[in-house]
């Protein structure tokens, strides 16, 4: 990579083939949660990843480049582990509280590449570009939130 186009580039490949991976994950997520309200929220996400998902692709258009991901092992390594806890825990809130905890690794991913990728946007004068991120970036610290309140209503204590 020349220059932070280029890496601009190379990141929202990373990105949206992140995207495209949690979209695939976070069903099966729902299906293993025990607590209602974190079903709700995995399958609530899995829409909102769609869109995000549209928006990137909106900023490939914007590029004039094709929306193709580029493998991210970021995120394969942090589903690897989501699918180990769905693997190996006995009792449901722990079962609960350990997806809880995989999917706050995945959105703290998230919110650092999408930060990043707003700032660069801004540098780069990609102004619509930048609203897009700044929009998903929001999604997903509230996605992280919710899924902190969920913890400590439930899981966390039962699993202890």
């Not at 309200?37 to 399958?43: G, M, T, V």
């Not at 350990?98 to 706050?104: F, N, R, Y």
């Not at 610290?141 to 966390?156: E, G, H, Q, R």
């Amino acid at each position: 990579m020349r220059d932070l186009n280029e890496l601009f580039l190379h990141t929202l490949k990373d990105v949206l083939y992140a995207e495209r991976q949690i979209v695939k994950a976070l069903p099966k997520m729902a299906r293993k949660a025990e607590t209602p309200e974190l079903k709700q929220a995995f399958e609530h996400h899995k829409e909102e990843t769609q869109g995000q998902i549209e928006r990137l692709e909106q900023i490939f258009e914007m590029l004039g480049k094709a929306p193709r991901g580029e493998t991210c092992e970021a995120i394969q390594g942090l589903i690897d582990e989501a699918k180990e806890v769905m693997e190996d825990a006995d009792d449901p809130m722990v079962l609960d509280a350990g997806l809880i905890a995989s999917a706050q690794a995945v959105e703290h991913y998230e919110m650092a590449r999408y930060g990043t990728l707003k700032t660069w946007a801004d540098q780069l004068g990609m102004r619509e570009a930048s609203a897009l991120l700044q929009q998903t970036l929001e999604e997903e610290k509230k996605a992280d939130a919710l899924l902190s309140k969920i913890a400590m209503a439930k899981p966390n204590r039962k699993a202890a």
